[in-house]
């Protein structure tokens, strides 16, 4: 393996982890960005990074039929209250939802149902 598809990888393992940390914060990219000295443009440059990698590896396991696709399911999730200006945001394949506030459960699971 050549150095720089190395250093390449690095990069994507390093911002993996700092997009996940910063999902399971529950902080905005603004706050985060803010609180970890990161610039914001730079987290969004290698969020849209990490998402076309996701998407050529979703596409190349097609191309050799590793990869099935089923009807969608749906598992119930307990969750702690939250406040009403939390948020939800559902991503499935090149789509991304965010439900502000409080919804009930048959519109989220409209919502995915229409996205799928």
Not at 20 to 30: A, H, I, L, P, Y
Request: charge should be neutral.
């Amino acid at each position: 393996m050549d150095m720089r598809k190395l250093t390449h990888e690095m990069r994507l393992k390093h911002w993996l982890r700092i997009l996940q940390e910063r999902g399971d914060s529950g902080k905005s990219v603004r706050a985060y960005c803010r609180e970890h000295d990161i610039n914001e443009k730079s987290y969004y440059y290698w969020q849209r990074r990490l998402r076309e990698t996701a998407a050529e590896m979703i596409v190349d396991s097609k191309n050799t039929n590793v990869l099935t696709i089923s009807e969608p399911t749906f598992a119930e999730i307990n969750l702690p209250p939250q406040s009403e200006n939390s948020a939800i945001t559902i991503r499935i394949g090149n789509a991304v939802v965010e439900i502000q506030g409080q919804a009930d459960s048959q519109t989220i699971e409209a919502i995915i149902k229409s996205l799928c």
